[in-house]
C-alpha cells in the first residue's frame, strides 16, 4: 500500500513525467548524431568505383566486364578456409557472381563469405542438430531417426545463404521497381532538356537517392561504364543484368537501340516511362484485388465467432435461466 501511495503522489508523478520528458529530449537531439549517412557513404562508394574502372581502362585489363567491381581480397579466416579446401573451384560460379551482384554484394569479400557459409553452415546445422536431438529433447526417438533428422538439417543449411541471398535480390528489386518511374520522368526531363545520357543519369543518381539508395547506385555505376568501358553496349547490358528488372532491361535495349539507329531518346524514354508508370498501377491493383480473399480466413476465424457470441449470448442466457 505504501508503494501505491507513493506512486499515486502527485509530486512523484510530476517528477516521473519531467524525467521521462528530459530523456525524450536528449534522445531526439542525440539520434540524429549517430543515424548513418547512407546516401553519403554510397556515393562515396560509387566515386571510388569511377576512379578504378578509369584506371582498369587506362591499364587495358583483358576482362574489363568481369573486373568492373570493387577489388578486395578478403585475408581473412573465411579465405583461408576457402582456398583451403579449394571451394572456389567446387561451388564458385558465374551465376554466383551475378546473384551477388543482383543482391548489391560487389567484390571479392562477399563471394568468400558466400562460399564459406555455404560450406559450413551444413556441419554447423548438423552437429547442432544432433546435440539437440540426443542431449537437449526427451523425445523417444531411434538413433536412425534422430541421424536422419540432423541430416535434413545439413541441407537446409546447405541453403540458407542462397535463401538470404534471395531476400537481399527480391528487396532491392522491389526498391529498384517502385522508384523507376520516377526516374524515368526525371531522365526524361534532363534528356529533353540537352543534357547527354550520361550527365542526365549522373542527375538522377543524385535525385533517387533519397528515394532509393540502390536505383541511384546503378545509374552511378552505369554513369562510370558508359564512360569507361570500350563498348557503350555492355554498359547498358550490365545495368539490366545487375539489376534483374525487366523494365530495367527494357530501357537499357531502347536507349541502346536508340543510339544505334539515331532514333530520339525522348520518345523512347516517355514510352517506356508510361509503360513502367502502368506497370506499377496494375501491381498496386493486383495487391488490391488480393486483399478480400486473404481476409476471408482472418475474418471466419476471428471475427464471425465474436459476433456470434455477441447475437446470441444474450438468448443463451435468458435460457439457460429459465431451464434452472
Known sequence: MDILYLLLDRQVLIMVLV????????????????????????????????????????????????????????????????????????????????????????????????????ATLPLVTFGCALFYLFFVTSYQLGGVTKFCIAIGAAYIGFYLPNIFITNLIQKRQKSIRQAFPDALDLLLICVQSGMSIEAAMNKVSQEMGTQSLELAEEFALTTAELSYLPQRRQAYENLGKRTGVPAVKAVGTSLLQAERYGT?????????????????????????????????????????????????????????????
Open 264 to 324: 530520339g531518346l525522348g520518345q523512347a524514354l516517355r514510352v517506356m516511362a508510361k509503360e513502367s508508370r502502368d506497370a506499377r498501377m496494375i501491381e498496386a491493383e493486383k495487391k488490391a484485388a488480393a486483399l478480400p480473399p486473404k481476409l476471408t480466413v482472418p475474418m471466419i476465424l476471428f471475427f464471425l465467432p465474436v459476433l456470434f457470441i455477441v447475437i446470441l449470448g444474450p438468448a443463451v442466457i435468458q435460457v439457460l435461466a429459465v431451464w434452472k
Open 19 to 118: 524525467a521521462i520528458a528530459a530523456f525524450a529530449t536528449v534522445a531526439t537531439l542525440i539520434m540524429p548524431f549517430f543515424a548513418a549517412d547512407r546516401l553519403g557513404s554510397r556515393m562515396k562508394y560509387v566515386a571510388g568505383e569511377r576512379e578504378r574502372l578509369r584506371e582498369q581502362r587506362m591499364a587495358e585489363f583483358a576482362e574489363q566486364q568481369r573486373e568492373a567491381r570493387l577489388r578486395q581480397d578478403p585475408r581473412t579466416f573465411m579465405k583461408r578456409v576457402v582456398d583451403r579446401l579449394n571451394l572456389r573451384k567446387a561451388l564458385e560460379t558465374e551465376e554466383t557472381h551475378q546473384r551477388l551482384k543482383m543482391a548489391g554484394l560487389r567484390g571479392q569479400a562477399p563471394v568468400v563469405a558466400f562460399l564459406f557459409f555455404r
